[in-house]
């Protein structure tokens, strides 16, 4: 599976918490996710990026929550013909700071997609502009 080098045009921040809050995630999209997050339907080409970041141990215990360096990035890249098995979407984690280091590869299905079926209705995307 070939995943495109990651595209950081646009930055959205937003933080979520995982595991009581080990983790910090920044969602990342190019021009055309950002379009799908307009439309609802994302145009062929879109990237969809999570940042998966530590987080700083000395900050969450004094009640605050600083990015520390990188676990993993998820990756989603529209592309209805090469990915129909899952939705459209290819669907990769890069181990650290690596755009080479693949974790997932072939298990994307069970994986990665199995969950995602659930948003199959905002085109397997789970995440929202806040208003
Ligand atoms: C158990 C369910 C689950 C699994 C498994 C899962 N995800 Fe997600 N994923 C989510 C949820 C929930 C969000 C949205 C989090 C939020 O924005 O609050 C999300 C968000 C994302 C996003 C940002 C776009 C979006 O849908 O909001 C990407 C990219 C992503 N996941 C990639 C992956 C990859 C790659 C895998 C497999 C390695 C994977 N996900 C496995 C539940 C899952």
Same mark, same amino acid.
């Given at each position: @599976?070939?995943?495109?080098?990651?595209?950081?045009?646009? !930055? +959205?921040?937003?933080?979520?918490? $995982?595991?009581?809050? #080990?983790? +910090?995630?920044?969602?990342?999209?190019?021009?055309?996710?950002?379009?799908?997050?307009?439309?609802?339907?994302?145009?062929?080409?879109?990237?969809?990026?999570?940042?998966?970041? /530590?987080?700083?141990?000395?900050?969450?215990?004094?009640?605050? !929550?600083?990015?520390?360096?990188?676990? $993993? #990035?998820?990756? @989603? +890249?529209?592309?209805? /013909?090469?990915?129909?098995?899952?939705?459209?979407?290819?669907?990769?984690? $890069?181990?650290?700071?690596?755009?080479?280091?693949?974790?997932?590869?072939?298990?994307?299905? !069970?994986?990665?997609?199995?969950?995602?079926?659930?948003? /199959?209705?905002?085109?397997? +995307?789970?995440?929202? $502009?806040? /208003?």
């Amino acid at each position: @599976m070939l995943i495109p080098p990651i595209v950081r045009m646009r !930055t +959205v921040r937003r933080k979520l918490f $995982f595991n009581g809050a #080990t983790h +910090v995630a920044t969602p990342r999209k190019n021009d055309k996710g950002m379009e799908g997050y307009r439309t609802g339907r994302f145009p062929e080409g879109s990237i969809l990026v999570y940042d998966f970041l /530590k987080t700083e141990d000395d900050a969450y215990s004094e009640g605050r !929550t600083n990015e520390s360096a990188r676990r $993993f #990035t998820s990756v @989603m +890249v529209k592309d209805s /013909k090469r990915y129909s098995a899952t939705g459209g979407w290819g669907f990769e984690e $890069f181990r650290g700071d690596s755009q080479t280091d693949r974790m997932i590869g072939a298990e994307a299905p !069970t994986k990665c997609y199995a969950c995602h079926t659930s948003q /199959k209705d905002r085109d397997y +995307v789970f995440s929202a $502009f806040r /208003k």
